[in-house]
């Protein structure tokens, strides 16, 4: 099968290309720059922007199924319009040419966060709606929302048969730019002043990419499907962090509105003074409140299954360490003798 794919050189896109290779689909790959793994892989690159629909169309062309993974984490909330830009009217332009060249199945790659964020410590399904009320303070959430609404609303008008896959926190191995992992890496910096007081879903990036590539075949179009590997309390991830680097978990406690009040007024500081605090106040914000998912829907349709939580936050931790060095904490060869090599 001729496969498109956007975001290839991502975290996820760089585990899922091998699987997609390795089956024998014939790939393609629309790229903003370089693409090496891809071309490795004997993968055609087409460079360009989403928004640029004569570059859309000329990457489409003669491709079955589509992969949309292309986008942009970012907290800040200062340029939303950038966000809905990317993630709104990208993935629309994207996919209404992919309607017009008579692609037969496209996947789009959201996040749990469309469903599954709450100040209560609750466990979302595909069945809950969207969180609007909490999400609209966050740029991104909000993007992926109107993303996620707008893709589906095209699969409705005009049978484009699409599909939505939401994996949580991605960890793992593989994340050169420091993106979904970047929470381990400032627990292993020592950037993070205060515990949490909500808590997180994550899922190994491997385990996420085999639910994408079971998609192609066993999605069914107009559904969603939540990809949560584990749930835990930010003081349970952190302490699993702690054991396995040697690196201590934040000790200070704060009541929830007090850890949010204390980093926008750091933030505050940090702009007067022209540098960057440990953590802004929309990622504090953040930490207050509870992304938990269910996944069983994935596991029953998919074949999703998520490996051991220990297996992938040493996985993690190792790769960041090998990749950008030592935090200066004790050894994590040394504090988990356990965990083999792959």
Known sequence: MKILLTGATGFLGSHLLPLLAGSGHSLRVLARGEAPVAEAL?????????????????????????????????????????????????????????????????????????????????????????????????????????????????HRDTGLPLLVLNPSLLLGPGDDRLGSTGVVWKLLQRRIPAMPGGGLSFVDVRDAAQ????????????????????????????????????????????????????????EKLHSWRGSEPDLDAASVEMGEHFFYVDSAKAARELGFSARDAQETLFETVRFLEERFGRSGAASWRATSPRLPRP
Do not use: M
């Open 42 to 154: 004997g993968a055609e690159v087409v460079r360009g922007a989403l928004q640029d629909r004569a570059v859309l169309r000329r990457a489409l062309d003669g491709v079955e199924a589509l992969y949309h993974l292309a986008g942009q984490v970012d907290f800040d909330p200062r340029d939303p319009a950038a966000l809905f830009d990317l993630h709104v009217q990208g993935t629309r332009a994207l996919l209404e040419e992919a309607h017009a060249a008579g692609v037969r199945r496209a996947i789009l790659a959201s996040s749990s966060g469309t469903i599954g964020i709450s100040r209560e410590e609750r466990v979302a399904t595909e069945e809950d709606d969207h969180p609007l009320a909490i999400a609209s303070r966050w740029p991104y959430y909000l993007s992926k929302i109107y993303q996620e609404k707008a893709a589906l609303r095209l």
């Open 211 to 266: 639910a994408f590539a079971a998609a192609l075949a066993r999605g069914r179009p107009g559904e969603r499907y939540l990809l949560g590997g584990h749930n835990l309390s930010f003081a349970d991830f952190f302490g699993r962090l702690e054991r396995l680097s040697g690196v201590p978990a934040p000790r200070v406690r704060l009541p929830s509105q007090l850890n949010v009040a204390g980093a926008r007024l750091l």
